[in-house]
């Protein structure tokens, strides 16, 4: 079977479906015509499925010529709060809103991998389930999916993903694979410091929330850069603070707002525990207080080293000069890492950023992102070829 150019004969189909996806990007847990546009597709190509996340999610299963093992692929559905300004002829109709990270295109991938996969399901045993999750972006779509048995009935063996966009240095169409840590942890929290506000001209009948916010600020670098290890990875990133109303009163409270990101469990419990302790601290020093809330969103990413490496020589028999090793992982975060903790699996890069109409290349959440669609075929390839030799 000519994997490649099944993919090729469906990348119409496919760069069709994206640009619908993309014109009606939707939020978090709520994606009703999403949902509804991947249903109408899955029906049209005779392929069964179940709804989960209230209807939000969905899991199609095809099962091949007799019993085997489950090999699920996934692929993210939500979009981002972002205007979009691409200018493309496909724009979003939902304004305010944008697919702005490529879950349109791995919706899309993972639909077409599905037509031809079931069109052949007579060349495998086994099943394959395809997970289309919402709320990737926030709050994390993948654990009600995995709480709502999405991985049994039948029992998944091995699981793989795939993000578009760039990566790191990755040339332009290459397929970027990493063992193990691939994307860090990510989690937020939040930290009130309460003072006591007044005249700014007569400070020292105050005590002031900024000057111990400033305080706390610096303190929470020396978390990484003297607490953990130089050889370990980890940031912690303060990117909102809040507080004051003009030039001359000092504010009762200072609220901040910030991500901290590790590739260790046990350094995000340590950066966990020592943002709490270091802003109370500082507070309590200065006369004040300090309110923190930490809460935990997605896990460090683990990419399974026996299926990644398997996954990559599937696809350096496909696409043998587009492979490419990722040195490094990254501190971005995903939900797919979910899924890797409760089976084995890979999550892989496919380098296919497009640039825009002023020539430049724009990241993944920007507003003027976009895909070079003719990438997209490689995708579908992978995807249909793993699981041909996974349940062969």
Known sequence: MDIIKLAKENEALCIEMRR???????????????????????????????????????????????????????????????????????????????????????TAIALTAAKIINENKDKFKGAVKFIFQPGEEVPGGAEPM???????????????????GKLSDMPQGSIGFKEKELMASMDIFSIKVKGKGGHGANPQMTVDPIIISGEILMSLQKIVSREIAPIERALISVCKINGGTTQNIIPDEVNMLGTARALDENTRDLIENRIGEIADGIAKTY????????T????VLNNDP??????????????????????DPTMGGEDMAFYLKEVPGT???????????????YPNHNSKFDLDEKEFYKGVSIFVATAFDFLK
């Open 20 to 106: 619908e996806l993309h014109k009606i990007p939707e939020l978090e847990l709520n994606l009703p015509k999403t949902v509804k546009y991947v249903k109408e597709k899955l029906d049209e190509f005779g392929i069964s499925y179940k709804e989960f996340v209230n209807g939000n999610g969905i899991v199609a299963t095809i099962y091949g010529k007799e019993d085997g093992k489950c090999l699920a692929i996934r692929a993210d559905m939500d979009a981002l709060p972002i205007k979009e300004e691409t200018g493309l002829s496909f724009m979003s109709t939902h304004e305010g809103n944008m697919h702005a990270c490529g879950h349109d295109s791995h």
């Open 146 to 164: 995995i709480r709502e048995g999405c991985l049994e009935n039948p029992k998944v063996d091995h699981i793989i993903g795939m993000h578009g």
């Open 287 to 294: 006369g004040g207080s300090a309110e923190t809330e930490y």
């Open 296 to 299: 935990r969103f997605y896990p």
């Open 306 to 327: 026996d299926f990644t490496n398997y996954v990559k020589e599937i696809t350096a028999e496909l696409f043998p000069e587009d492979v490419f090793d990722l040195s």
């Open 347 to 361: 999550f892989l890069f496919l380098s296919n950023l497009a640039p825009a109409k002023d020539g430049k290349y």
